[in-house]
Protein backbone atom coordinates (compact mmCIF):
# COMPACT_ATOMS: atom_id res chain seq x y z
CA UNK A 1 0.00 0.00 0.00
CA UNK A 2 1.15 3.53 -0.23
CA UNK A 3 1.06 4.10 2.89
CA UNK A 4 4.00 1.80 3.57
CA UNK A 5 6.24 3.90 1.14
CA UNK A 6 9.13 5.64 2.70
CA UNK A 7 9.69 9.40 2.67
CA UNK A 8 12.90 8.40 0.53
CA UNK A 9 10.82 7.18 -2.11
CA UNK A 10 9.20 10.95 -2.55
CA UNK A 11 10.41 12.96 -5.32
CA UNK A 12 10.43 16.80 -6.60
CA UNK A 13 8.57 17.22 -9.52
CA UNK A 14 11.47 19.47 -10.99
CA UNK A 15 11.28 22.19 -14.12
CA UNK A 16 13.54 20.38 -16.40
CA UNK A 17 10.72 17.35 -16.56
CA UNK A 18 7.89 19.86 -16.86
CA UNK A 19 9.91 21.25 -19.93
CA UNK A 20 10.67 18.29 -21.33
CA UNK A 21 7.40 16.85 -20.98
CA UNK A 22 5.78 19.96 -22.51
CA UNK A 23 8.45 20.08 -25.50
CA UNK A 24 7.32 16.51 -26.40
CA UNK A 25 3.43 17.43 -25.67
CA UNK A 26 3.89 20.63 -28.49
CA UNK A 27 5.23 17.59 -30.99
CA UNK A 28 2.35 15.50 -30.16
CA UNK A 29 0.33 17.86 -30.95
CA UNK A 30 1.24 18.86 -33.79
CA UNK A 31 1.44 15.35 -35.43
CA UNK A 32 -2.15 14.91 -34.26
CA UNK A 33 -3.21 18.15 -35.67
CA UNK A 34 -1.46 17.04 -38.94
CA UNK A 35 -3.23 13.99 -39.06
CA UNK A 36 -6.22 15.51 -39.16
CA UNK A 37 -5.54 17.75 -42.08
CA UNK A 38 -4.22 14.42 -44.30
CA UNK A 39 -3.47 11.22 -44.71
CA UNK A 40 -6.49 8.56 -42.93
CA UNK A 41 -7.96 9.75 -39.99
CA UNK A 42 -8.11 6.72 -37.99
CA UNK A 43 -4.99 5.01 -36.73
CA UNK A 44 -6.17 1.62 -37.68
CA UNK A 45 -6.70 2.45 -41.24
CA UNK A 46 -2.73 2.98 -41.13
CA UNK A 47 -1.85 -0.87 -41.26
CA UNK A 48 -3.89 -3.58 -42.50
CA UNK A 49 -3.27 -5.71 -39.95
CA UNK A 50 -4.21 -3.26 -37.67
CA UNK A 51 -7.92 -2.78 -38.64
CA UNK A 52 -8.08 -6.43 -39.56
CA UNK A 53 -7.56 -7.09 -35.54
CA UNK A 54 -9.76 -4.51 -34.12
CA UNK A 55 -12.32 -5.92 -37.35
CA UNK A 56 -12.04 -9.52 -35.72
CA UNK A 57 -13.09 -7.61 -31.99
CA UNK A 58 -9.87 -7.18 -30.46
CA UNK A 59 -8.26 -4.26 -28.80
CA UNK A 60 -5.16 -2.99 -29.38
CA UNK A 61 -2.87 -1.17 -27.45
CA UNK A 62 0.95 -0.39 -28.98
CA UNK A 63 3.75 2.14 -27.99
CA UNK A 64 2.97 5.70 -30.45
CA UNK A 65 7.58 5.27 -30.55
CA UNK A 66 9.63 2.25 -30.45
CA UNK A 67 9.11 1.24 -26.84
CA UNK A 68 6.32 3.29 -25.55
CA UNK A 69 8.49 5.30 -22.77
CA UNK A 70 10.94 7.63 -23.46
CA UNK A 71 13.24 8.83 -20.90
CA UNK A 72 13.99 12.34 -20.14
CA UNK A 73 15.49 14.63 -17.22
CA UNK A 74 14.28 13.09 -13.82
CA UNK A 75 11.73 11.37 -15.67
CA UNK A 76 9.69 9.01 -18.03
CA UNK A 77 7.10 9.79 -21.14
CA UNK A 78 4.39 6.91 -21.84
CA UNK A 79 2.89 7.20 -24.83
CA UNK A 80 0.66 4.50 -26.20
CA UNK A 81 -1.95 4.47 -28.76
CA UNK A 82 -5.20 2.27 -28.88
CA UNK A 83 -8.03 1.22 -30.76
CA UNK A 84 -11.50 -0.75 -31.48
CA UNK A 85 -14.66 -1.73 -33.24
CA UNK A 86 -17.80 -1.67 -31.67
CA UNK A 87 -20.70 -3.50 -34.27
CA UNK A 88 -23.55 -1.99 -33.62
CA UNK A 89 -22.78 1.21 -31.81
CA UNK A 90 -23.38 4.42 -33.17
CA UNK A 91 -21.29 7.80 -32.97
CA UNK A 92 -23.67 9.37 -30.78
CA UNK A 93 -23.77 6.55 -28.59
CA UNK A 94 -19.92 6.97 -27.94
CA UNK A 95 -20.04 10.93 -27.21
CA UNK A 96 -22.95 10.41 -25.18
CA UNK A 97 -21.09 7.67 -22.95
CA UNK A 98 -17.64 9.37 -22.77
CA UNK A 99 -19.44 12.95 -22.06
CA UNK A 100 -21.17 11.25 -19.18
CA UNK A 101 -18.27 12.36 -17.01
CA UNK A 102 -20.88 12.11 -13.73
CA UNK A 103 -20.89 8.17 -14.61
CA UNK A 104 -17.25 7.59 -15.40
CA UNK A 105 -17.25 6.43 -11.74
CA UNK A 106 -19.45 3.34 -13.24
CA UNK A 107 -18.93 2.86 -16.16
CA UNK A 108 -14.67 3.02 -15.16
CA UNK A 109 -14.86 1.41 -12.18
CA UNK A 110 -12.22 0.06 -10.38
CA UNK A 111 -10.08 2.36 -11.85
CA UNK A 112 -12.21 5.35 -11.76
CA UNK A 113 -13.90 5.87 -7.99
CA UNK A 114 -15.17 8.83 -7.99
CA UNK A 115 -16.00 11.58 -10.94
CA UNK A 116 -18.14 14.65 -11.82
CA UNK A 117 -18.07 17.29 -14.28
CA UNK A 118 -16.84 21.09 -12.38
CA UNK A 119 -17.83 23.15 -15.33
CA UNK A 120 -19.24 22.80 -18.52
CA UNK A 121 -19.29 25.32 -21.89
CA UNK A 122 -20.47 23.65 -25.01
CA UNK A 123 -18.54 21.01 -26.12
CA UNK A 124 -15.55 22.17 -23.69
CA UNK A 125 -15.71 20.24 -19.92
CA UNK A 126 -13.58 20.55 -16.49
CA UNK A 127 -13.84 16.76 -14.67
CA UNK A 128 -12.95 16.05 -11.98
CA UNK A 129 -11.51 11.64 -11.53
CA UNK A 130 -10.31 9.88 -8.76
CA UNK A 131 -8.27 7.45 -9.67
CA UNK A 132 -6.94 4.12 -8.38
CA UNK A 133 -3.75 2.86 -9.82
CA UNK A 134 -2.62 -1.16 -8.46
CA UNK A 135 -0.10 -2.73 -9.27
CA UNK A 136 1.88 -4.46 -6.41
CA UNK A 137 0.77 -1.16 -4.28
CA UNK A 138 -1.98 0.87 -4.58
CA UNK A 139 -1.78 5.03 -5.63
CA UNK A 140 -4.81 7.13 -5.44
CA UNK A 141 -4.94 10.56 -7.08
CA UNK A 142 -7.02 13.13 -7.42
CA UNK A 143 -6.92 14.13 -10.54
CA UNK A 144 -8.66 17.05 -12.95
CA UNK A 145 -8.75 17.56 -17.02
CA UNK A 146 -9.51 20.32 -19.42
CA UNK A 147 -11.15 18.07 -22.23
CA UNK A 148 -12.54 19.75 -25.56
CA UNK A 149 -14.64 17.93 -28.35
CA UNK A 150 -14.61 19.02 -31.95
CA UNK A 151 -16.96 17.89 -34.60
CA UNK A 152 -14.82 16.65 -38.08
CA UNK A 153 -18.06 16.01 -39.97
CA UNK A 154 -21.22 13.65 -39.19
CA UNK A 155 -19.54 10.55 -38.83
CA UNK A 156 -16.28 11.56 -36.98
CA UNK A 157 -15.31 13.66 -33.92
CA UNK A 158 -12.10 14.03 -31.94
CA UNK A 159 -11.33 14.96 -28.23
CA UNK A 160 -8.18 16.79 -26.42
CA UNK A 161 -7.79 15.93 -23.14
CA UNK A 162 -5.01 17.64 -20.64
CA UNK A 163 -4.42 17.45 -17.15
CA UNK A 164 -4.76 20.68 -15.39
CA UNK A 165 -3.76 19.31 -11.80
CA UNK A 166 -2.76 16.04 -9.96
CA UNK A 167 -2.54 15.54 -6.45
CA UNK A 168 -1.80 11.55 -4.60
CA UNK A 169 -3.92 10.65 -1.45
CA UNK A 170 -2.60 9.41 1.15
CA UNK A 171 -5.15 6.89 3.64
CA UNK A 172 -7.29 7.41 1.11
CA UNK A 173 -10.78 6.65 2.28
CA UNK A 174 -9.25 6.88 6.32
CA UNK A 175 -9.51 9.23 8.95
CA UNK A 176 -6.28 10.97 8.10
CA UNK A 177 -6.96 11.13 4.62
CA UNK A 178 -5.19 14.20 2.92
CA UNK A 179 -3.30 15.30 -0.33
CA UNK A 180 0.68 15.26 -0.80
CA UNK A 181 1.35 18.32 -2.61
CA UNK A 182 0.94 18.08 -6.62
CA UNK A 183 4.46 17.37 -7.57
CA UNK A 184 6.23 16.96 -4.49
CA UNK A 185 4.95 13.09 -3.94
CA UNK A 186 5.96 9.59 -5.49
CA UNK A 187 5.49 10.14 -9.27
CA UNK A 188 3.73 7.73 -10.09
CA UNK A 189 1.72 10.31 -12.21
CA UNK A 190 2.34 13.57 -12.84
CA UNK A 191 0.51 14.42 -16.27
CA UNK A 192 -2.05 12.21 -18.49
CA UNK A 193 -2.86 13.95 -21.45
CA UNK A 194 -5.63 12.10 -24.23
CA UNK A 195 -6.32 12.50 -27.75
CA UNK A 196 -9.53 10.87 -28.82
CA UNK A 197 -11.18 9.57 -32.01
CA UNK A 198 -14.47 8.81 -33.04
CA UNK A 199 -15.76 7.48 -36.15
CA UNK A 200 -18.98 5.42 -37.29
CA UNK A 201 -18.75 3.51 -40.27
CA UNK A 202 -18.68 -0.18 -41.25
CA UNK A 203 -22.41 -0.98 -39.29
CA UNK A 204 -20.55 0.47 -35.75
CA UNK A 205 -18.07 3.03 -34.58
CA UNK A 206 -14.15 3.09 -34.04
CA UNK A 207 -12.87 4.38 -30.96
CA UNK A 208 -9.10 5.49 -30.82
CA UNK A 209 -7.34 6.94 -27.91
CA UNK A 210 -3.44 7.73 -27.73
CA UNK A 211 -2.46 8.50 -24.12
CA UNK A 212 0.48 10.06 -22.94
CA UNK A 213 1.73 10.30 -19.69
CA UNK A 214 4.34 11.54 -17.36
CA UNK A 215 6.09 9.60 -14.48
CA UNK A 216 9.00 9.52 -12.36
CA UNK A 217 12.06 7.82 -13.57
CA UNK A 218 13.14 4.22 -11.57
CA UNK A 219 15.28 4.94 -8.91
CA UNK A 220 18.54 2.90 -8.32
CA UNK A 221 17.24 -0.35 -6.11
CA UNK A 222 13.54 0.12 -6.12
CA UNK A 223 12.99 -0.94 -9.75
CA UNK A 224 10.91 -4.06 -7.94
CA UNK A 225 8.74 -1.68 -6.33
CA UNK A 226 8.44 1.52 -9.16
CA UNK A 227 8.52 -0.57 -12.53
CA UNK A 228 5.25 -2.32 -12.59
CA UNK A 229 3.11 0.50 -11.61
CA UNK A 230 4.64 2.94 -13.78
CA UNK A 231 6.03 0.86 -16.72
CA UNK A 232 2.92 -1.49 -16.91
CA UNK A 233 0.00 0.48 -16.15
CA UNK A 234 -0.21 2.56 -19.08
CA UNK A 235 -0.54 0.39 -21.21
CA UNK A 236 -3.24 -1.62 -19.17
CA UNK A 237 -5.34 1.19 -18.28
CA UNK A 238 -5.56 2.17 -22.20
CA UNK A 239 -6.10 -0.98 -22.75
CA UNK A 240 -9.21 -1.37 -19.67
CA UNK A 241 -10.07 2.00 -20.83
CA UNK A 242 -11.53 1.21 -24.21
CA UNK A 243 -12.48 -2.32 -22.90
CA UNK A 244 -14.86 -0.94 -20.43
CA UNK A 245 -16.30 1.63 -23.33
CA UNK A 246 -17.07 -1.27 -25.63
CA UNK A 247 -18.74 -3.50 -22.40
CA UNK A 248 -20.41 -0.39 -21.44
CA UNK A 249 -21.98 0.85 -24.82
CA UNK A 250 -22.87 -3.07 -25.74
CA UNK A 251 -24.77 -3.06 -22.74
CA UNK A 252 -26.24 0.17 -23.35
CA UNK A 253 -27.49 -1.48 -26.32
CA UNK A 254 -29.02 -4.56 -24.76
CA UNK A 255 -31.17 -2.14 -22.30
CA UNK A 256 -32.59 -0.40 -25.10
CA UNK A 257 -33.13 -3.61 -27.25
CA UNK A 258 -31.24 -1.42 -30.21
Known amino acids: MLAGLPDATRVQLGAPTVAAF ?47 DIAITEGLIHDWTGAEFVPGATLADALRLVEDYNSHKNVYRPEVIDSRVLSRHDDDYHVY ?24 DATRWYSKSFTTRIAEVVDPGGPNEHELTPGNDHGFLWRL ?66
Open 129 to 152: LRILKKQIITVVLNTEHDVHYVKV
Open 22 to 68: DLYMQGAQKRFDASLRQGPFLWVDQSASRKRAVSDGKVLAEPTNESG
Open 193 to 258: DTFWRFEERDGGVYLECQAISLTRDVPVGLGWLINPIIRSLPRDSLTNTLRETRQALVSARTVTGK
